[in-house]
């Protein structure tokens, strides 16, 4: 059984930084690629950024204007979102999620749309503050 577990949320200030966590375990870490959604309340979920199982290929949603990374370890089984520059907005529960697809069809890349992830994690609270 495949399962994720977010860390790192917290209460950071307007500008500030954060860096979530997802570790993935009962899985093959390696061949999946790697997403982070977030769900601000009242809102529906939304892509925040993937990146295709091979590492080399990363997504981001416009509005994030380059402040936030996406990135992973292999040997630590884990997925990272580094947030920079932070604004209220961010405020939202971020999840991570996993889908092998890319690895079993041969495909370098990562979905954008949420119904594509196989696993998911039960999310993080961000909130940012001013």
């Known amino acids: 059984q495949v399962r994720l577990e977010e860390s790192g949320g917290g209460l950071v200030q307007v500008e500030g930084s954060l860096r979530l966590s997802c570790v993935v375990s009962?899985?093959?870490?390696?061949?999946?690629?790697m997403g982070w959604f977030r769900q601000a309340p009242g809102k529906e979920r939304e892509f925040v950024a993937a990146?295709?199982?091979?590492?080399?290929?990363?997504y981001y949603a416009d509005s994030l204007a380059g402040r936030f990374t996406i990135s992973k370890d292999n040997a630590k089984n884990t997925v990272y979102l580094q947030m920079n520059k932070m604004k209220l907005e961010d405020t939202a529960v971020y999840y991570c999620?996993?889908?092998?697809?890319?690895?079993?069809?041969?495909?370098?890349?990562?979905?954008?749309?949420?119904?594509?992830?196989?696993?998911w994690g039960q999310g993080t609270q961000v909130t940012v503050s001013s």
């Open positions: 999620a996993a889908d092998p697809t890319p690895y079993e069809l041969g495909f370098n890349s990562a979905p954008k749309t949420g119904k594509d992830y196989d696993y």
């Open positions: 990146l295709s199982w091979t590492g080399g290929i990363t």
């Open positions: 009962g899985g093959i870490f390696s061949s999946y690629a």
